[in-house]
């Protein structure tokens, strides 16, 4: 192996060291009450491990910040704010809020990630789950603005569970913040963001309904049916004053997708109905004329046969 081949295999591997996601804090270590058990995984800002409490049998998951500085701070803060508020079952339940060396942390119940469903009957079930906390979290007047597959896990008993609110807004407000260097960012992830979350602009529940519009793309694996294709169409308009106004106006969409086709249906077998029930009165009629002509013929030879 010459000197080339050596420094390219060293840079390589310095590479994928770098892409490497550790966790600051190490197995055993102890926050407030909790012991670490392993590191779950984290994103830009922050880090989630499996913890155990010190003195109960209780493990939860342990959210903490990356860094000291504000923007990671106010977004661990806004999430145990709402969490905290109890504001949706389908939404992780709170435990405690802290802080350790300087960074903010939440506890919050353990949960698990799941593949996406494959059958309609368990994407239905998944929406709703999903739009349940949605619903809710508007009704509180915030707009998650991150709705991806990533942000749902799950309980042991199947229920799907919205998670990961530091980047809720307040709803009218920008998803745009400012870094401490200066520099713009806009919150939310590439290919779910609508259009106008994008541009740095105020959002509405419509940024989360273009999201769940995306997402339920995604359960079909961007093979939807006739019917769900319609919705999701309506759901992702780049005009937000075309998508559906409510998460309830959304739902109600997709549990009566079916309604113009069943009903229909029931118009096709209500025709059948009645028209065997017509036929089979007519030739129930007709058998009764049958039967009278049988009967003056019979009387008429018998009156003759006495005649004679």
Same mark, same amino acid.
């Given at each position: 192996?010459?000197?080339? #081949?050596?420094?390219?295999? *060293? ?28 590191? *779950? ?5 922050? #880090? ?13 998951? *342990? ?35 802290? #802080? ?189 004329? *049958? ?18």
């Amino acid at each position: 192996m010459d000197s080339d #081949e050596i420094n390219g295999l *060293l840079e390589f591997l310095s590479t994928e060291k770098n892409n490497v996601d550790f966790g600051s804090l190490q197995d055993g270590e102890i926050v407030g009450n909790w012991r670490v058990l392993a590191y *779950l995984g984290g994103g830009g800002s922050a #880090e989630v491990y499996r913890v155990m409490h010190m003195h109960v049998n209780l493990k939860c998951a *342990l959210k903490i910040a990356r860094t000291v500085d504000m923007c990671a701070k106010r977004r661990i803060l806004q999430e145990a704010e709402i969490l905290a508020g109890g504001i949706a079952e389908m939404m992780p339940r709170f435990y405690e809020f802290g #802080e350790y060396d300087g960074r903010p942390y939440i506890v919050m119940e353990l949960l698990e990630p799941k593949d996406l469903p494959v059958r309609e009957v368990g994407i239905v079930r998944l929406l709703r789950d999903i739009c349940s906390a949605l619903k809710h979290l508007h009704a509180a007047g915030f707009v998650h603005g991150d709705i991806k597959p990533a942000n749902v896990l799950y309980r042991k008993t199947g229920e799907a569970v919205l998670c990961d609110f530091g980047t809720a807004r307040p709803i009218d407000s920008s998803c745009a913040s400012v870094t401490k260097e200066g520099k713009i960012v806009v919150e939310g992830t590439l290919g779910y963001a609508a259009p106008e979350q994008l541009a740095g602009l105020d959002l509405g529940a419509g940024a989360d309904i273009h999201a769940l519009g995306v997402f339920i793309d995604a359960c079909f694996r961007g093979r939807p049916n006739r019917k769900w294709t319609a919705i999701i169409q309506r759901a992702t308009s780049s005009l937000p004053n075309r998508r559906y106004k409510t998460i309830d106006a959304l739902m109600c969409a997709i549990k009566w997708r079916y309604a113009k086709s069943i009903c229909l249906l029931l118009c096709i077998v209500v025709s059948l109905i009645i028209g065997l029930t017509f036929r089979q009165i007519r030739h129930t009629d007709e058998m009764s004329g *049958l039967k009278s002509k049988v009967r003056i013929n019979m009387s008429e030879n018998l009156s003759e046969w006495i005649s004679r």
